[in-house]
């Protein structure tokens, strides 16, 4: 009976194991075709240039930017870097774990 408990949870282990895995390989997987597609398709590249910039003004005039060093005192982020970062969206367009005061 241990015997089969301990295969049991083994192979539960290894498929959480695998799902991760898996998980993680499609995200490098997506990143690169969104990095090539940001380079060769110009109107894709011009939108994501837009929305950046849009993110940098917020950023720039929130109470929480730190001037000097460009980053964010609440995550410690550089914004220049964290704003170019490709988030899920909710519903109303607000970025999920973007910035944590739901500002974009
Ligand atoms: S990430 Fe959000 S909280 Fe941080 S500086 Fe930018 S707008 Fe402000």
Same mark, same amino acid.
């Given at each position: 009976? !241990? $015997?089969?408990?301990y295969?049991i949870?083994?192979? @539960? ?11 993680f *390989?499609?995200?490098? *997987?997506k !990143?690169? =075709?969104?990095? *090539?597609? @940001?380079?060769? @398709?110009? +109107? $894709?590249?011009? %939108?994501? %240039? #837009?929305?950046?910039?849009k993110? =940098? ?10 001037? +000097?060093?460009?980053?964010?005192t609440?995550?410690g982020?550089f914004?220049?870097i %964290?704003?170019? !970062? #490709?988030?899920k969206?909710d #519903? ?5 774990? !973007?910035? =944590?005061?739901k500002k974009w």
């Amino acid at each position: 009976m !241990g $015997y089969y408990m301990y295969t049991i949870m083994e192979i @539960y282990c290894m498929n959480k194991f695998c799902k991760k895995l898996f998980i993680f *390989i499609t995200n490098i *997987i997506k !990143g690169y =075709i969104s990095w *090539i597609w @940001y380079y060769l @398709y110009k +109107p $894709y590249r011009k %939108k994501r %240039k #837009e929305l950046f910039s849009k993110r =940098i003004k917020i950023c720039e005039s929130c109470q929480f930017f730190w001037k +000097p060093a460009r980053n964010c005192t609440l995550c410690g982020c550089f914004v220049d870097i %964290k704003t170019k !970062g #490709e988030f899920k969206l909710d #519903e109303n367009g607000i970025s999920r774990d !973007g910035c =944590i005061m739901k500002k974009w």
